[in-house]
């Protein structure tokens, strides 16, 4: 993220599920765009829900999609960056980690919040974040709350 004209197409990837922290790694990583010119990829992913017990089942992608894609359109509004930072939404049926990681390659940087959806209290790094710190194509920056 060398020009601040963007014209090199520097690239910040942002994991987003709706969670505080989730939302503290978007103001982040929207400041950090907007400073260096670069375009912002936020991204939203679920697993496929699957049933145990008789009768399995998985939801269709079609089930979670609209939902997050009006997560994403809520909390990039909530930004209020139009026009300052080009944002493109990605809902993505996928592990969160496995579709931050795909997406770090050829990014300048990927940011996402200490602990989302699911986080166990008390630790440090969700496993999304830790997984995503080690297996990235590029830097990763680890928004936690308070910082």
């Known amino acids: 993220m060398t020009s601040p004209s963007g014209a090199d197409g520097s690239r910040i990837v942002v994991g987003f599920d709706g ?25 939203c992913a679920w697993e496929p829900v699957t049933r145990v017990a008789p009768p399995f089942f998985v939801y269709a992608d079609e089930e979670f999609e609209p939902e997050a894609q009006a997560i994403l359109d809520s909390a990039v509004a909530d930004l209020g960056t139009e026009g300052q930072v080009d944002v493109e939404r990605r809902a993505v049926m996928a592990h969160p980690a496995a579709a931050l990681i795909d997406a770090s390659r050829g990014a300048d940087l990927v940011v996402v919040g200490s602990r989302g959806h699911g986080g166990v209290a008390g630790t440090l790094l969700g496993s999304v974040s830790q997984r995503v710190a080690m297996h990235a194509h590029c830097p990763v920056v680890i928004v936690r709350d308070g910082d």
């Open 19 to 43: 969670s505080d922290c989730s939302r503290l790694a978007l103001k982040w990583a929207a400041r950090e765009a907007k400073a260096h010119g670069a375009r912002m990829e936020v991204i």
